[in-house]
């Protein structure tokens, strides 16, 4: 195992929530319900994508122009990013900075893999940015997760073959774009619904090289 990949919102930081309370601003602006239950299908999937769920969501699909879900996307982001203004140290999940040093040490390389434009911003905000050694931007990309295609540029940008990584994330599409990749996957949050994961952990504060070390060798032996 020579590298850890990490997925942003809802691991590193405690994001997730804006998210859903920015789509879910923008949904009551077009007369749709959102709640937190259909709010896990959007995480992990990017924002053209996640305003086309809402749209079916509600109805709406194939009511609008390109101009006019360019701009309602463009409105999500604006209120998401005042919303996440403010974000500091402390918005680091529990135990991550922990595991950072912990993967340092072990000279274990890190790379980040969000779908989130707004990624090497929010690393900024976090005070995390030189911790990472290669974020990829998910703008180039072909399919967004639950496909492989993230994972394996950043295992392309480390140098690394994927049997050598180890995936990190809270979303179920992100766990399975980490399978596809055939990079072992740990998960956080809910066992029932991360169970694809190769290893769950309920919390980040529980995240541990030596428990990953192991899930990694015995996937490889
Ligand atoms: C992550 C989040 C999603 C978000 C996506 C795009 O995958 O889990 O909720 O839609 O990033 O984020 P962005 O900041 O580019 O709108
Ligand atoms: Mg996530």
């Known amino acids: 195992m020579k590298a850890v990949i990490f997925d942003l919102d809802g691991v590193i ?4 929530r804006f998210h859903f309370i920015a789509w879910q601003q923008l949904a009551a602006d077009l007369g749709i319900v959102i709640d937190e239950a259909f709010n896990e299908e959007l995480k992990g999937i990017s924002r053209s994508e996640s305003l086309e769920r809402i749209l079916i969501h509600g109805n709406q699909s194939d009511r609008y122009s390109e101009g006019e879900l360019a701009v309602f996307a463009n409105k999500k ?3 998401y990013l005042e919303l996440i203004s403010s974000l500091s140290e402390k918005d680091i999940l529990p135990g991550i900075t922990a595991f950072l040093d912990e993967l340092a040490t072990a000279d274990i390389r890190i790379a980040l893999a969000s779908a989130s434009r707004n990624g090497p911003f929010i690393l900024d905000k976090l005070g ?13 990309l072909k399919a967004g997760k639950p496909a492989p295609d993230i ?15 180890v995936g990190v994330e809270d979303a179920l599409a992100g766990v399975q774009a980490i399978n596809a990749a055939n990079m072992v996957s740990i998960a956080v949050g809910d066992a029932q619904e991360l169970a694809e994961a190769d290893h769950i952990f309920s919390s980040t504060a529980l995240l541990d090289l ?11 032996h």
Do not use: M
């Open 151 to 165: 994972y394996l540029a950043a295992a392309a940008q480390l140098g690394l073959n994927a049997g050598d990584c």
């Open 13 to 16: 930081a405690d994001t997730a």
């Open 128 to 140: 995390l940015s030189d911790r990472f050694e290669t974020i990829v931007d998910p703008s180039g």
């Open 210 to 220: 030596e428990t990953i070390q192991g899930v990694w060798e015995a996937a490889h």
């Open 77 to 79: 982001n604006e209120v």
